[in-house]
């Protein structure tokens, strides 16, 4: 099931025909906040971050104070509304993701950047420890050029930390988010459901400043 994403390139010409259907209805209950997925939060943000697996990416920003929701699909490629098995193929240029939806009066963006940062290696490229491929890759898609900014601060700062600690180039695009589409109903909240389920995250121990 892990590891067979494909290391390929593709753009919108050459990547996999989607569908026109969701492959999940939104309306569907959040296992830990107890509303819709895609329940309405005035005054919130939203934030996309794909960090390996995104089972145990949800499982982390659930636990942030400050957010309001998760959701895991898929980000930053061509395909619309794929499935998970098209996605693994690699030739969907998706990103395995998770949608944050926070209140920035208790948290803010940055720290979120910060979380993200220290609970992956971002030196990897396209793969997470034993799971490889495209959809694995580290990237933060931002939905404004605030986000964008900050993102690219904190990477910057992270960089010096990390080469201070011995480790090589940040890897983790940054760039303005692309159509979202929700991944499959079992996959949402997959650690809640199945507790002692795969959790692959490879992380640097080492902290990343915020300035």
Partial sequence: MFGFGKSVTVNAETALSGRDTPVLDASRTHRIFGEPLNADHPGAETAYFALGCFWGAEKLFWKQPGVLST??????????????????TGLTGHAETVRVVFDPAKISYADLVRVFF?????????????????????????????????????RSEYQHALTDAGYGQITTAIEPAKPWYYAEDYHQQYLDANPGGYDCHIRTGVACPVS
Avoid: L
């Fill in 71 to 88: 959701a895991v699909g898929y980000q930053g490629g061509y395909t619309p509304n794929p499935s998970y098995q098209q996605v693994c």
């Fill in 118 to 154: 220290e609970n992956h290696d971002p030196t990897q490229g396209n793969r997470q420890g034993n799971d490889i491929g495209t959809q694995y890759r580290s990237a933060i898609f931002t939905v404004s050029d605030a986000q964008q900014d900050t993102a690219e601060r904190v």
